[in-house]
């Protein structure tokens, strides 16, 4: 098989004759080709007036080397193929706490491993999820053990679901031919920026959990990882919570892929001399723009063509003060979210449904934070931190999870907001107004300041007066890691295995189903020694 990249093809195109476009375009003769596929697809809007799509084709044909010498930007293709490895006779059940992204992928390549694993997941089943985040933003009570952090299929079930990420790994096609086989978009496959939306992803999520099942693994929905045990210096047990009654399963490994929300499985490693450190994060507030408005300045006369989605963006000013503020998780046609999981405390995240086409599109607007910033060198300063940022954001939204939210105009002039622009609000239960700095560092505040209005330099109405800011956004990334050897298995404890974006090895729903899998292939790969050397 070869590729042919950098194909530029007009917005108009037919994408449903492929070998048709591959006669015209790449100028090989219909009877040679044998199959031809889409494998990526880019939108190319760097000149406003010449909006267009570039994409790469992979072709089958007869005469491939000669193809390899003739054709501009071809190369001999080898589709990367991943294998589950597979254990017989499995010595234990290896549990996992958490069904985010790395749980799940996880448990899934256990599973097909044939290990029957056990996952405990502290929140509900997606459905009862969804009932939970509702009745919370409509202004209900916040249940903390379910809401979008919490819950089946992690924090990144009320997302954008873009699967973006910056690592290179060969398990990450495995990854989204696993979730188009679940229900999502097989456009996934080919996108330069492929999204599943959480209406979307929520089906996929049920999907994985019922084959896991299918498998032989058992996911535990209500179930709090609370504790474990320890027998000559390896993980012998692991105990949970359901319905307030204590349980144990005796096991050899733990995979524990609990989140960066889960503040108390942090301070429950820091109290068994788990070994643990300080990481940077970010904080910051989001930023939300007329969609409208987004489109109109990245596509230009181009924006509503019907073959293009809401216009996303990603930009990063490094600034005087040794700051960057940069965006982050942008949601096209989405809205601002209640992140909060703790009482009293209040954060922010973004999500969007994969039609993207809600009246506002937001992003988060982050300001690097340093272990310098948290004033004590206590492994869990960062998350002390964190905490101490959200109670001031639930303090300055009036106590009741209405989150603060500032007018940029306003703000850039050191005024408090006293009526909105064109801007509304898509936070629910409401926003109140109050100032970035009621909450925010003041160092976050300038950078905020002084980072818009280049941005507004890049982007035509970035800076416009009627953004609307909403703070806060703490959950970028772990405040902490949770440290492992190459092995993977904590540095303190053999058979604990830190995983996914909460112990500082992930970040984004694409990076953390990976680490599921390298953990449950270092899993498979320990149980294997284990049972040789009995
Ligand atoms: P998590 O997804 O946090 O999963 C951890 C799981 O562990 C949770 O289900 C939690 O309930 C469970 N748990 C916690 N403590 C315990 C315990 N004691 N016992 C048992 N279970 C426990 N990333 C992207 O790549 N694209 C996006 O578009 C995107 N949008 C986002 C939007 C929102 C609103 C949020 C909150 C996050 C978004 N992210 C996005 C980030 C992404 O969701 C995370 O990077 C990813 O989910 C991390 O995966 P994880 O499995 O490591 O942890």
Redesign the pocket.
Known sequence: MIRVGGIRVSLDTDFSDLVTLCVKKIRISRERIKTVRLAKKSVDARKKNDVHFIISLDIEAKGEESLLKSLKNAEKYEPVRYKVPVIENAPYRPVI????????FAALVLAMAGAKPIV????GDVDSRCRAVEEFQNGGRLDTECN?????????T????????GIKDRRIGWVFERLVEFGAPDEILYLAKP?IGTDKLRGAVKALRERVKALGGEVCFN????GFETENGRLSAVS?IRNGEKHTINTGSLIL??????R??FELLYDENIDLSQKSFSVGVRAEHLRKDIDRAMYGDFAGHPALKAADYKLAVHLPNGRTLYTF?M?PGGYV?A?SSEEGRLAV???SCFARDAENSNSALLVNVDPADYGSDHPLAGMYFQRELEEKAFIAGGRDYHAPAAVLGDFLEGRISRKLGRVKPSYRPAVRFAPPEEYLPDFVCESLRLGIKEMGKKIRGFDDKDTLLTGIES?SSSPVRINRGEDLQSLSLKGLYP?????GY???????AV??MKCAEAVCERMEGQLNSI
Request: net charge negative.
């Open positions: 706490a958490g069904f985010g992204p790395a749980g799940m405990l997941e502290r929140g979008i952090q919490f819950g089946e299929g992690g924090a990144g009320f997302s954008d679901g873009k699967l973006t990420t999204h179930s709090r990882f609370c949970y892929a609990s989140g960066h929300s889960a108390d499985v998780c949601c979210v992140a995240n973004g999500m959950r995983c996914g974006e909460g112990a992930a970040g984004g729903i694409v990076s953390a680490d599921g």
